[in-house]
């Protein structure tokens, strides 16, 4: 099996010598294991192109029962940030995507969502607002969000507002710090009373308020 798709790695794991073992959420296939060997060499011309947060133009193959093989890749966007605070809320959102998405299942409105979101991530100055609505977006396609009947109107309110407007309009939203920690009260509640499939999410919500 021969395929060309883009893709933003989750994960990279040391294999051997040279190579590396990548948890990817690809584009065609949502979340695949991949191995991209000789990577870590010096002369790897695939090695700036599979790093964290990255999304690349990949050629994959496949073996029946084996992991995907990348064979090329190409950078299609750069993420870059020192900042702390920055790379907590891509790692926070990195745990979501991990726990809560099977592998192998396209998820075209998520991987879109999840690319958005990385792209204003570096320069973005409400983080706080940013995680909380590709929280509620991404949990909402999962049909963990439908219920807001029991939520105050001001909040029920907000969440529709995050749920219907792109990033960009969110984000001009002004800092309201009350309707931010309801917000992430909710989003935590939710997360603790999924599956346990999703378990290990609630730590990223962890600090919130």
Known sequence: MELKTSGIVLKKQNFGEADRILRIFSQELGIISAIAKGVKKITSKKGGCLELFCESNLRLYRRKGELFLITDAATKKNFESKDLEVLKTAYAANELLLN??????????????FADFLALLPTAKKLQLLKIAFFAKTLNIFGFLEDSASMPERERKFFKFILHSDFTEILKLAADPEIFRAAENKLAEILENVSEKISKVSAATQGWS
């Open 100 to 113: 809560i998405a099977p592998p192998e299942k396209e998820l075209p409105k998520i991987y879109k969502i």
